[in-house]
């Protein structure tokens, strides 16, 4: 054992569930150090409940791992008195894997999720004994990189990470890590500058913000006008990225405790207030039979007896009733269930739906997001009044005792009408069950993300989603509804920091010096100190959260998503026009930028003979019944008609089109 294993283990005792800090648990990898070249540190800034639930992690470990020379571990943030205990004893953060300090890291590559996450994100760096400023940090010190969604707006942040990577990380990971080995370790900046040639990879290093009289963004001045910007990173066939076959299986509970398996990437819904949506495209979907064998081997591996289909919208893939059929015959002897986070009803077969309801005896979450058809058709969320209510009279009859309606809170144009539009609806569902069953209103609020078409709008002010917020709970109070709100003061700072700039680099870090820690928690949240913080630097936060103009510099127009500026400009009138962009997948391309159609464009399976929307809305129970169980009905369209055109050569999905 380790001195530092030791020196854990004499406070584990202390703590709230030990077991977060132990590692050891099925599936993880331990290598013989010496016989490695590069340690890489996967880190998560949550607590490991969280962290550990992270598909995407699971997934890079694991690749990671595959390659002798690598050797990859966790680090996750330590709960609040592991913190404190680890600094009364003047211990550094370890990895779980191994029990090392994070300064014998190579690499630290940290997971952006969640804006409220950014002081954790300091908290960790510091109890890893590394200097929080990227400047600071020399040769000696690790490499700290970061990815994920707020990678694509990472300003407020960039003067703490050397470099960030945006889009698909399954490729480019190698790319980075190849780039640190060939390095001479003397200067850091030769790092730096070998990073930033590198397809996806962000250096703010080599980037210069410059301010407008008026206290707006000039620009972001790149260095090297070769470079102005940085377009992000796309795997365009994950069937060619080796499946994930080994998962780590807690030693306690976490939020997400099941398998969980990627059956797509991307969403091309199009609905307009949704960043992933864009940041994610084009649409990917993953081979269904190789779907069905890394299931049946994680099943294996991990003994889990339930497993969960992800992606964005997972009712939206195009085989999902025969894969889910599939699965279903497959292990139904093996107790083995499958449940689907993110659906939509209409895209379930009511045969399906029976067999998932066998199993998932908890409620049922459906996702209007505003209360008036008006609102759906601006913020393009395709669902009719009826649609949802019939969704919810299905649900009851097939014996759902509950369902959860998914709401935003000031969404561009909202007005009164729309919030009753919400009570209303509401009220509607709880008919469809003839009032004997539970509904519950859950309402977040809309904060505007870069990279969307409502990148533009204003956010409510934190007044006035409370006023809101009110208006809703005494509404629904009313009809009998529950009523589950998402605190505004969490909302409010998470609009600051996902369009801010590097002017919030200060105040985050005094944030985090006054102790500001897990933001996102609702009882660890300390907007006194946010606003101290922010005051101290001159910075009314209400000026991240107003509406820009069309013309202005934005502090991520130099950060390519695939989506350009300009369709995104277009998709804003059309919204305010209440006119839907047409869904990609089964419709026409309205030319996002996404794809360029030689290498990049959507990926779908489809039963042989579909058109179209065919697997979507009143088809699919035909479908369902129809077709199965055969193996050999499925293939690609896309990329078929696409070798096709291009003759001989090039790579394709395995197609099983027959
Ligand atoms: S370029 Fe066309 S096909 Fe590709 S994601 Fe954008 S709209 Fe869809």
Not at 124 to 130: A, F, T, V
Not at 253 to 272: F, K, L, Q, S, T
Not at 503 to 525: E, I, N, Q
Not at 579 to 593: A, I, N
């Amino acid at each position: 054992m380790t001195d530092l294993r030791q020196a854990y283990a004499t406070i584990l005792p202390l703590v709230e569930q030990p077991a977060r800090y132990t590692g050891g648990e099925r599936g993880t990898v331990v290598k013989d150090l010496a016989q490695v070249r590069l340690r890489f540190a996967l880190a998560f800034p949550e607590v490991y409940e969280i962290a550990q639930s992270h598909l995407g992690l699971q997934i890079l470990y694991n690749l990671l791992n595959g390659r002798p020379d690598i050797q990859a571990e966790r680090a996750y943030a330590p709960w609040v008195d592991m913190e404190t205990l680890l600094r009364q004893r003047g211990l550094p953060l370890a990895s779980l894997d191994t029990c090392s300090p994070l300064s014998e890291f190579d690499i630290i590559g940290f997971s952006l999720q969640y804006e409220l996450t950014y002081t954790n994100i300091l908290m960790m760096l510091d109890l890893g004994g590394i200097p929080l400023l990227s400047r600071e940090r020399n040769a000696m010190h690790p490499l700290v990189i970061a990815g994920g969604p707020c990678a694509f707006h990472p300003e407020p942040i960039a003067d703490f990470i050397d470099a960030f990577l945006l889009g698909d990380g399954e490729e480019a990971i190698f790319d980075i890590c190849d780039a640190y080995l060939a390095w001479d370790k003397r200067d850091r900046r030769d790092l730096l500058r070998a990073l930033s040639h590198i397809p996806g990879v962000y250096v703010p290093a080599f980037f210069i913000p410059e301010y407008a009289d008026d206290g707006t963004l000039g620009e972001i001045r790149p260095l090297d006008l070769d470079q102005a910007v940085v377009h992000k990173r796309v795997v365009r066939d994950l069937n060619a990225i080796p499946p994930l076959r080994n998962q780590v299986v807690p030693n306690v509970n976490i939020v997400h405790d099941r398998i969980a398996v990627e059956v797509m990437r991307g969403c091309v819904r199009g609905c307009r207030f949704c960043q992933a949506g864009y940041i994610y495209r084009p649409l990917r979907e993953r081979d269904p039979q190789a779907l069905q064998q890394q299931i049946e081997a994680l099943v294996e591996q991990s003994g889990y007896e339930e497993v969960s289909l992800l992606s964005l919208s997972t009712g939206d893939y195009s085989c999902i009733n025969p894969l889910l059929r599939e699965i279903m015959n497959r292990f139904a002897g093996l107790k083995v269930s499958v449940s689907l986070p993110s659906t939509r009803v209409d895209a379930l077969s009511p045969h399906i739906l029976k067999e998932i309801r066998r199993v998932r005896k908890t409620g049922f979450t459906l996702a209007p997001e505003a209360g008036s058809q008006r609102l759906r058709d601006v913020i393009q969320k395709e669902y009719k009044e009826e649609e949802l209510v019939e969704a919810a009279r299905l649900l009851f009859g097939l014996g759902w005792k509950s369902v959860k309606l998914y709401f935003m809170l000031g969404l561009p144009s909202e007005t009164e009408e729309d919030l009753f539009g919400i009570v209303d609806l509401c009220r509607k569902v709880s008919a469809a069950g003839k009032h004997r069953c539970q509904v519950t209103a859950s309402v977040s609020t809309f904060v505007p993300k870069p990279h969307t078409p409502f990148q533009w709008a204003a956010q409510l002010s934190l007044e006035e989603t409370e006023a809101r917020q009110e208006l809703l709970r005494r509404e629904l109070r009313r009809s009998g509804i529950q009523f589950k709100w998402h605190d505004a003061r969490l909302s409010f700072l998470e609009g600051v920091f996902a369009r801010g700039e590097r002017r919030l680099a200060a105040p985050l870090l005094m944030a985090y010096r006054l102790g500001c820690r897990f933001d996102g928690w609702t009882d660890k949240f300390r907007l006194d100190l946010w606003q101290q913080a922010l005051a101290a630097h001159g910075i009314n936060p209400d000026f991240y959260l107003r509406r820009r103009l069309l013309d202005e510099s934005l502090p991520w127009d130099h950060l390519d998503s695939g989506v350009s500026k300009k369709w995104l400009q277009r998709d804003l009138a059309k919204a305010f026009a209440a006119t839907l962009t047409p869904d990609c997948s089964v419709e026409r391309c309205s030319y996002c930028g996404a794809c360029d159609f030689k290498t990049v464009r959507n990926v779908t399976y489809h039963l042989n003979g579909a058109k179209g929307a065919d697997h979507r809305g009143p088809q699919v129970d035909a479908w369902a019944q129809a077709l199965l169980p055969e193996h050999n009905v499925w293939g690609t369209r896309q990329w078929q008609l696409m070798q096709e055109k291009r003759g001989a050569g090039g790579r394709s999905p395995k197609s099983k089109r027959v």
